[in-house]
């Protein structure tokens, strides 16, 4: 129905009446309030993970892009769709699983999905289509899972070092690297994850995936700028680490500390998107018609209403009421219901463990401050045991009250390169074990180390609730699924490491390591509950 007079042939838009623009408010709150224990996480990561701090941007770049494209909307006959209260439901059961089990990425994602399917309800499949990619966006502001960021920040670490001292020989300095630290004799580098690289890899993609978004070229171009954020990332970040060692070496210590480590790394970032630009005026001058970067990059503005335009107002979407009230309905629920809680068993701290048992003697280690808190442990216990004259066994194991926040046990299979230890082998195996163990057999994971002529067997195994687990997906799988059925997620990780000695039988390594294992286990229970 046109809400004025207005000739024949005019141009005409549409638009939305006062209700529709409170339903969608209505909806949006709603949203927020039925994942709001998942999207309050999520803010805490913002603010407490640097990786993740540009989190805060990616609203405000939805809401811009999509008010961008709001002159397209204008112009369609847009009506809500019933369907969209499919992704409205399936939004609310990626809630209910991260409400019941803890594990916040089900509610961020459910949170996105909520949001799409609110635009379905409210401009059905085709309007929803024309802001898809803004909406999308979306997810970027929802962090990694720990487990992930963990082993993407090893892998970065150890790339970004490897190629930072090869700069640095190019430069004629003597140099050692291993694993993740970098020997320059005088002065040795540790490759942390505040130099891995993922605090240039995150915001660079983001903005890679706006460039893209706004350079008008073929698709080909468009992924390949998004792509080589990687390498683009990878290659600066090895260049910093690289000039660090140099200038450490011609000027000192305080070259990699304190300000001046920072500002290198805000101009190794700046240079970054110097060349991300210079690789968009590349890519616009190949092809048949080349461009300057200018003609096919820039920022559009939604065309204003012109005057004599016919102004007409869309039906009163009844999907769109549907979905603001479930969402509201099963917000209000959640936010009055008592907050579920995960159970912690009681349990003995680590701090109370036996340093003598069955002939063995144990001497406490220690980890350094900084590797425990990116750990995150609760409770850990590591020492060193000894029996008559055989060689040692380490033992260690962390303890987690809860691994449903992100924290979960980290797999030595992804730290021990980086303390400069190459993985010969690595299976899984069980081990027999006698009677007095409690068990039969156990499985484990079986790993042979080396580093130069150092040789050591390692055993490491998942204690979850009960279990013993090798596999880190199954780990998490039960996660899972004990916080929806048992509202738990405590569990530990078992390492074991014995060195092999110069003309030692790896069979007697495995007696050593077998022995140990049985003794261990039925003083475990009392530490570790099931």
């Known amino acids: 129905m046109s809400s004025l007079f207005i000739p024949s042939g005019a141009p005409t838009v549409w638009r939305f009446p006062p209700l529709h623009w409170v339903l969608a408010a209505l909806g949006l709150a709603a949203a927020i309030a039925t994942f709001y224990s ?8 913002w603010e407490q993970v640097e990786e993740y701090s540009y989190g805060y941007f990616i609203p405000v770049i939805t809401a811009f892009l999509i008010w961008q494209r709001s002159d397209r909307l204008r112009e369609m006959e847009l009506h809500g769709a019933w369907s969209g209260l499919v992704l409205v439901a399936v939004a609310l059961l990626m809630g209910v699983v991260g409400e019941f089990s803890a594990v916040r990425l089900f509610s961020q994602y459910g949170f996105v999905v909520a949001v799409f399917g609110l635009s379905v309800c409210c401009i059905g499949w085709r309007g929803t289509r024309v802001i ?8 970027f502001m929802i962090p ?7 082993e993407l920040s090893q892998s970065l670490q150890l790339l970004s070092s490897e190629i930072g001292v090869a700069l640095i020989r190019a430069f004629g300095i003597s140099v050692f ?15 942390v994850d505040a130099c891995s690289g993922l605090r240039y890899l995150f915001p660079l993609m983001v903005l890679g ?3 893209a978004y706004f350079f008008q070229a073929p698709w080909w171009k468009r992924a390949l700028i998004v792509i080589s954020t990687v390498p683009l990332t990878i290659a600066i970040n090895s260049l910093r680490i690289g000039l660090i060692g140099v200038t450490v070496e011609y000027w000192g ?3 990699a500390e304190g300000l001046l480590h920072d500002f290198e790394g805000w101009f190794m970032f700046m240079i970054c998107l110097v060349l991300l630009v210079g690789e968009m005026a590349l890519l616009a001058r190949i092809g048949r018609r080349g461009q300057s970067l200018r003609a096919v990059f820039g920022l559009e503005y939604p065309d204003p209403v012109p005057q004599g335009t016919a102004v007409h107002t869309r039906r009163f979407s009844a999907p769109l009421a549907a979905g603001a009230v479930l969402l509201a309905a099963a917000g209000a629920t959640l936010l009055l219901s008592p907050a579920r809680e995960q159970v912690k068993p009681e349990r003995t701290p680590f701090s109370l463990f036996p340093m003598q048992f069955d002939g063995w003697t144990g001497r406490p280690d220690h980890i350094e401050r900084d590797i425990l808190a990116w750990l995150a442990v609760d409770d850990h216990v590591i020492a060193n045991y000894s029996r008559g004259d055989e060689p040692w066994v380490n033992f260690y194991s962390a303890y987690y009250a809860t691994q449903s926040g992100g924290q979960s046990a980290h797999s030595p299979r992804t730290c ?3 303390g400069g230890w190459v993985i010969t082998q690595l299976s899984t195996t069980t081990v027999p074990l006698p009677p007095a163990a409690g068990v039969t057999s156990l499985p484990v994971n079986r790993a042979v180390i080396q580093k130069g002529e150092q040789r050591q067997l390692v055993y490491y195994w998942f204690n979850q609730r009960g279990r013993t687990l090798t596999n880190e997906l199954a780990v998490k799988w039960y996660i ?8 738990r997620s405590d569990g530990a990780l078992i390492r074991l490491v014995t060195p092999i000695g110069r003309g030692e039988d790896i069979a007697q390594a495995e007696r050593r390591l077998t022995g140990f294992t049985a003794t261990l286990l039925p003083r475990l229970r009392q530490h570790i509950p099931d």
């Open 38 to 45: 998942g999207l309050r996480f999520m803010v805490v990561s």
């Open 132 to 139: 898809a990619v803004p909406l999308a966006f979306l997810f």
């Open 144 to 150: 990694l899972p720990q487990f992930l960021l963990r």
């Open 177 to 191: 690297l291993e694993g993740n630290v970098i020997d320059l004799g005088s002065f040795k580098l540790q490759v």
């Open 209 to 211: 995936l706006l460039a």
């Open 253 to 255: 210590p305080a070259m």
């Open 416 to 418: 021990m390169p980086g």
């Open 480 to 487: 899972l699924q004990d916080g929806i059925t048992r509202s």
